[in-house]
Nanobody, 122 residues
């Protein structure tokens, strides 16, 4: 079965950096686009970044453009989210998910990981 397992979350001070990883298994990783989403307490799930199956197309949510970078390593079946210049408002549970294309529509994602907590202190 398809599994997505996130890691790399934690507590960091404002201005710091973290790199999240999402290890995929149970499907042909190179066939699918991948995305990162986040959800803060009391807020809706928010699109953070997406990357196409080839890695050639990337998209970012407006709130993270210029600070976050998504990438993928097909040999390792892993997608990454490098987060720089972190702000307290980036605090959320971060999820990776699978889709057939790069999209900010959550209904186009068919598998989700369990999430990893990122907390940014001021």
């Amino acid at each position: 079965q398809v599994q997505l397992v996130e890691s790399g979350g934690g507590l960091v001070q404002a201005g710091g950096s973290l790199r999240l990883s999402c290890a995929a298994s149970g499907h042909i990783f190179s066939w699918y686009a991948m995305g990162w989403w986040r959800q803060a307490p009391g807020k809706e799930r928010e699109f953070v970044a997406g990357i196409s199956s080839s890695g050639g197309t990337k998209d970012y949510g407006n709130s993270v453009k210029g600070r976050f970078t998504i990438s993928r390593d097909t040999a390792k079946n892993t997608v990454y989210l490098q987060m720089n210049s972190l702000k307290p408002e980036d605090t959320a549970v971060y999820y990776c998910a699978r889709a057939n294309r790069v999209t900010a529509n959550p209904f186009e994602y068919d598998y989700w990981g369990q999430g990893t907590q990122v907390t940014v202190s001021s």
